[in-house]
């Protein structure tokens, strides 16, 4: 019986996770987590088969708490879930060590399929995704721009003029940065760039 942790701060979300593996013979729900802390709380404590994780956790988000786990418990899969499309994150969580990826509107028989695969070892991606993959592979050479940012980059470049718990100086250190990396002049060009590349809403 595979051990199931959920870790999702929405119970929504964490009921209809339990009720759709509630529904399989060789699963059980064995653990849930409502934030980052409580992830590496119960992951410390308990053995469990797959960790399934939102992306945007309370406390510490989700891209810190994958990259916690890889290092203390590395072989440990993760399968991540997200309500951001895959363009976004997926790429940069299996970089990471997420053993797959599936967004929150994927079927219930895919979130399934995506278990069994990721606790015999193997890694689950959609099949627009793997397209994806594949193209990267084929075109590294031409990368677009945020693709050279490195993860915290990344999140202040998508979160630009949000609050962030950083300082008005950590602040602007990243966003030189990234209009350096990006070759942009400033931040209206940098708002532009993620509006044309689909990375804010």
Known sequence: MLQILIADDHAVVRRGLRQIIAETSDM???GEATNGWEVLSKVRATSYDVVILDITMPGIDGMD????????????????????????YA????KAGASGYLTKESAPEELVAAIRKVTAGGRYVSSSLAERL?????????????????????????????????????????RSRILDKMKLKNNAELTHYAIDNRLVK
């Open 28 to 30: 059980v729900v064995a």
């Open 134 to 174: 594949a193209s990267i592979l084929q075109e590294n050479t031409n990368r677009l721009p945020h693709e050279t940012l490195s993860d915290r980059e990344y999140q202040v470049m998508s979160l630009i003029a949000t609050k962030l718990s950083l300082s008005v100086k950590t602040i602007s250190t990243y």
């Open 91 to 94: 790429v940069r969580a299996l």
């Open 65 to 88: 708490v994958l990259a916690q786990l890889k290092s203390e418990k590395p072989g440990l899969p993760v399968l991540m879930i997200s309500m951001h499309p895959e363009e976004q």
